[in-house]
Structure formats: C-alpha cells, structure tokens
C-alpha cells in the first residue's frame, strides 16, 4: 500500500507542478 501512496503522490506531484506553473501566471495578472 506504500508503494501504491508513492505512486500515487508522485503522478499528483508530476500533474500539479506544470498545471501550477501555467495558472498562477494567469493568477497574477488577473490580481493585477
């Protein structure tokens, strides 16, 4: 089950990062 929640951890880190990466640009200038 370990193993499983890694994995898991991993594809949501991998998903989030470039997802992050192009909505708070959109973010900042929305704030602006």
Do not use: D, N, Q, W
């Not at 089950?1 to 992050?20: D, H, K, Q, R, Y």
């Amino acid at each position: 089950m370990e193993s499983t929640s890694l994995a898991f951890i991993a594809i949501a880190l991998f998903t989030a990062v470039p997802t992050a990466s192009l909505i708070i640009p959109h973010v900042k200038t929305a704030s602006r």
